[in-house]
């Protein structure tokens, strides 16, 4: 025993002088028991294939593996890496097939109740890459299968040691993973950070598209690493459907608290985390609203003394859902309010982020968005998702300091802060001078646009709407159409009220009474002189309407609107014409809208307002 004890002493010295590298994730599933094992095929002696989604690059990499929920030991015979050759393929790129080692050795036993990180591999992932994870099994617990059951990706299963065959068969698939834990990326230049997504079902993605990485935290993802100032952040998603925030932890239904040391502590350079709990708590566990606000301070404190910022967002609405009570409505109203006034000086989060208001449905505010659901009324499907990822402002992400290291990384080109200011409200618009600019003014050394912006803090605060630009015509003339914020009550939801379709055809009878605009996580760039978009709604992010739709529901600033009632969604049926010759803002300086959004008017014509400019509206935005 005195030996033994003395090379475990060693091994841990050991294993502090050599611990040189920094990691950060940039992959996680929380694990626990699903009760769910492959079909047909025994995993003891086969080989799975498993399919996940990174969000942050890197050259080098470790693999962390699970049995914590075992009983028993668990036998790795062999792991390998490679690139994914396509969702739902089962097939991976060859040529990057790579070995997974554990002390130099192909194979390991993990432990009962243990985990196990491999060791460093080379292997180089860009941002968003999918991978295939491929483990060839010997003993596994019987009864305790460490697993995730809401993968929302198809996993493999074929007998024998196949880890580093091309393709898997399809006739054994299913939405599990097994074993598989976090993918961490050296990272010692610390230049990467995490986000850690914390939920129940409706962060572990359920009612998201199998095979298509949509859930709420993918898009959120996408997002970050389409613009420049945010692409150092990974997500880490940490869901598990059914979970509730507050009660008895258990290996089947683990609650936020029981597994926030496993599942947050101990992931790898957490800097942010954005919470979304409550809902099972309310109609599941009967949980009073003293108690679930209690509860989420007792989440908070735990990460505000981990060095966590801590982001929370309102529980969603579910009134459609069979199980809702107004006594459950009422709780999840206080613990709501509770939620988006209490500041974290009083113990609450560091800021809110509504995922709520933005699903909700503008006739009831209590009931989730049919177009927008799964069916049940309390889960979204990948288009609410999609809103939901997009509701999450860049600000909270983007510190002074972060602008700073920002403009060192991009060699001071100012221009790329597009990505990072959104919409122009608290820029102020300087009129045109009467003299006619030849040439555009922005130069090599983005002189003029620091001016413009100040510096740039500028570019920290997101903004949401054009409308508080102040806006000087070109001459004090009055204008003499109404600009389009007079026809709306409060023109900040332009987004989601003034430029939607109102009118609700009578047949067929099911059919949105508005549609959801979602802008894309990367804008759709039009050139002005040979669109690419087909029709006037590509430009914001709407498809248009296939051959034999052309039945028009409403008109708006982007044209005609059909419905395709078989894919459930608005499309365009206006058009879109290239303008002929230059764009006529161009010889004031100023370039040509992509978009159709109207801000302001004078005498010259229509102004919209992208890219931190002011644009001229073209010719094919016909009203």
Same mark, same amino acid.
């Given at each position: 025993?005195?030996?033994?004890?003395?090379?475990?002493?060693?091994?841990?010295?050991?294993?502090?002088?050599?611990?040189?590298?920094?990691?950060?994730?940039?992959?996680?599933?929380?694990?626990?028991?699903?009760?769910?094992?492959?079909?047909?095929?025994?995993?003891?002696?086969?080989?799975?294939?498993?399919?996940?989604?990174?969000?942050?690059?890197?050259?080098?990499?470790?693999?962390?593996?699970?049995?914590?929920?075992?009983?028993?030991?668990?036998?790795?015979?062999?792991?390998?890496?490679?690139?994914?050759? $396509?969702?739902?393929?089962?097939?991976?790129?060859?040529?990057?097939?790579?070995?997974?080692?554990?002390?130099?050795?192909?194979?390991?036993?993990?432990?009962?109740? $243990?985990?196990?990180?491999?060791?460093?591999?080379?292997?180089?992932?860009?941002?968003?890459?999918?991978?295939?994870?491929?483990?060839?099994?010997?003993?596994?617990?019987?009864?305790?299968?460490?697993?995730?059951? $809401?993968?929302?990706?198809? =996993?493999?299963?074929?007998?024998?040691?196949?880890?580093?065959?091309?393709?898997?068969?399809?006739?054994?698939?299913?939405?599990?993973?097994?074993?598989?834990?976090?993918?961490?990326?050296?990272?010692?230049?610390?230049?990467?950070?995490?986000?850690?997504?914390?939920?129940? =079902?409706?962060?572990?993605?359920?009612?998201?598209?199998?095979?298509?990485?949509?859930?709420?935290?993918?898009?959120?993802?996408?997002?970050?690493?389409?613009?420049?100032?945010?692409?150092?952040?990974?997500?880490?998603?940490?869901?598990?459907?059914?979970?509730?925030?507050?009660?008895?932890?258990?290996?089947?239904?683990?609650?936020?608290? $029981?597994?926030?040391?496993?599942?947050?502590?101990?992931?790898?350079?957490?800097?942010?985390?954005?919470?979304?709990?409550?809902?099972?708590?309310?109609?599941?566990?009967?949980?009073?609203?003293?108690?679930?606000?209690?509860?989420?301070?007792?989440?908070?404190?735990?990460?505000?003394?981990?060095?966590?910022?801590?982001?929370?967002?309102?529980?969603?609405?579910?009134?459609?859902?069979?199980?809702?009570?107004?006594?459950?409505?009422?709780?999840?109203?206080?613990?709501?309010?509770?939620?988006?006034?209490?500041?974290? =000086?009083?113990?609450?989060?560091?800021?809110?982020?509504?995922?709520?208001?933005?699903?909700?449905?503008?006739?009831?505010?209590?009931?989730?968005?049919?177009?927008?659901?799964?069916?049940?009324?309390?889960?979204?499907?990948?288009?609410?998702?999609?809103?939901?990822?997009?509701?999450?402002?860049?600000?909270?992400?983007?510190?002074?300091?972060?602008?700073?290291?920002?403009?060192?990384?991009?060699?001071?080109?100012?221009?790329?802060?597009?990505?990072?200011?959104?919409?122009?409200?608290?820029?102020?618009?300087?009129?045109?001078?009467?003299?006619?600019?030849?040439?555009?003014?922005?130069?090599?050394?983005?002189?003029?646009?620091?001016?413009?912006?100040?510096?740039?803090?500028?570019?920290?605060?997101?903004?949401?709407?054009?409308?508080?630009?102040?806006?000087?015509?070109?001459?004090?003339?009055?204008?003499?159409?109404?600009?389009?914020?007079?026809?709306?009550?409060?023109?900040?939801?332009?987004?989601?009220?003034?430029?939607?379709?109102?009118?609700?055809?009578?047949?067929?009878?099911?059919?949105?009474?508005?549609?959801?605009?979602?802008?894309?996580?990367?804008?759709?760039?039009?050139?002005?002189?040979?669109?690419?978009?087909?029709?006037?709604?590509?430009?914001?992010?709407?498809?248009?309407?296939?051959?034999?739709?052309?039945?028009?529901?409403?008109?708006?600033?982007?044209?005609?609107?059909?419905?395709?009632?078989?894919?459930?969604?608005?499309?365009?049926?206006?058009?879109?014409?290239?303008?002929?010759?230059?764009?006529?803002?161009?010889?004031?300086?100023?370039?040509?809208?992509?978009?159709?959004?109207?801000?302001?008017?004078?005498?010259?014509?229509?102004?919209?307002?992208?890219?931190?400019?002011?644009?001229?509206?073209?010719?094919?935005?016909?009203?």
């Amino acid at each position: 025993m005195k030996f033994f004890s003395i090379s475990v002493l060693c091994l841990a010295l050991l294993s502090v002088v050599f611990a040189e590298n920094f990691y950060t994730g940039t992959w996680s599933s929380s694990q626990y028991w699903t009760g769910e094992m492959p079909e047909n095929v025994p995993v003891e002696g086969s080989s799975i294939r498993q399919i996940v989604r990174v969000s942050i690059p890197g050259e080098t990499l470790r693999f962390h593996f699970s049995n914590i929920i075992g009983d028993t030991e668990l036998e790795i015979k062999a792991v390998h890496v490679a690139k994914s050759a $396509g969702q739902g393929t089962g097939s991976i790129i060859v040529d990057t097939d790579t070995e997974i080692t554990f002390n130099g050795k192909p194979e390991v036993t993990i432990p009962a109740g $243990g985990d196990l990180i491999s060791d460093d591999i080379d292997f180089h992932i860009d941002a968003l890459d999918e991978l295939a994870i491929t483990i060839f099994y010997g003993k596994i617990p019987v009864d305790l299968f460490t697993s995730h059951a $809401g993968a929302r990706t198809n =996993s493999y299963i074929e007998v024998g040691n196949v880890v580093s065959k091309e393709t898997f068969t399809q006739d054994n698939k299913f939405p599990r993973w097994y074993t598989i834990a976090a993918i961490d990326v050296v990272d010692n230049e610390r230049k990467y950070a995490a986000v850690l997504c914390y939920g129940d =079902s409706i962060t572990d993605g359920r009612g998201s598209t199998t095979d298509k990485q949509n859930r709420w935290s993918d898009i959120l993802a996408e997002k970050l690493q389409s613009n420049p100032a945010t692409q150092h952040l990974a997500v880490l998603n940490q869901g598990i459907g059914g979970s509730s925030l507050y009660g008895e932890n258990s290996i089947r239904w683990p609650t936020g608290l $029981g597994r926030f040391q496993k599942d947050v502590a101990e992931q790898v350079n957490v800097k942010y985390m954005i919470v979304l709990y409550g809902v099972n708590d309310i109609v599941y566990g009967g949980i009073d609203t003293e108690t679930l606000i209690g509860a989420f301070k007792e989440l908070i404190k735990r990460a505000h003394e981990l060095g966590i910022i801590v982001y929370g967002s309102p529980i969603l609405p579910f009134k459609s859902n069979d199980n809702w009570t107004e006594e459950f409505n009422q709780i999840k109203l206080a613990v709501n309010d509770w939620i988006i006034n209490t500041p974290a =000086s009083e113990g609450g989060f560091d800021a809110v982020i509504d995922m709520a208001t933005p699903v909700s449905d503008p006739k009831d505010d209590q009931v989730l968005l049919y177009e927008l659901s799964d069916g049940d009324g309390l889960h979204p499907n990948h288009l609410g998702y999609e809103v939901m990822g997009n509701a999450i402002p860049y600000e909270l992400f983007i510190n002074e300091e972060d602008c700073a290291e920002y403009e060192t990384i991009y060699e001071e080109d100012c221009t790329e802060t597009d990505a990072v200011v959104e919409d122009p409200t608290d820029v102020e618009f300087e009129p045109f001078e009467t003299e006619v600019v030849e040439e555009p003014t922005e130069d090599e050394d983005c002189t003029e646009v620091v001016t413009e912006y100040v510096d740039c803090a500028e570019t920290d605060a997101v903004v949401e709407d054009p409308t508080d630009v102040e806006f000087e015509p070109f001459e004090t003339e009055v204008v003499e159409e109404p600009t389009e914020d007079e026809e709306c009550t409060e023109y900040e939801t332009v987004y989601e009220d003034c430029a939607e379709p109102t009118v609700v055809p009578t047949e067929p009878v099911v059919v949105p009474t508005e549609p959801v605009v979602v802008e894309p996580t990367v804008p759709v760039v039009v050139e002005p002189t040979e669109p690419v978009a087909k029709c006037l709604a590509e430009v914001i992010g709407y498809p248009c309407c296939d051959e034999g739709i052309d039945d028009v529901y409403d008109h708006d600033e982007h044209g005609d609107w059909g419905y395709d009632f078989i894919k459930r969604e608005w499309c365009g049926l206006t058009p879109l014409k290239a303008p002929e010759g230059e764009c006529w803002s161009e010889k004031y300086g100023y370039p040509c809208c992509e978009t159709c959004y109207v801000y302001e008017e004078d005498k010259n014509g229509k102004w919209g307002y992208e890219h931190h400019q002011w644009c001229g509206i073209q010719s094919y935005c016909s009203f």
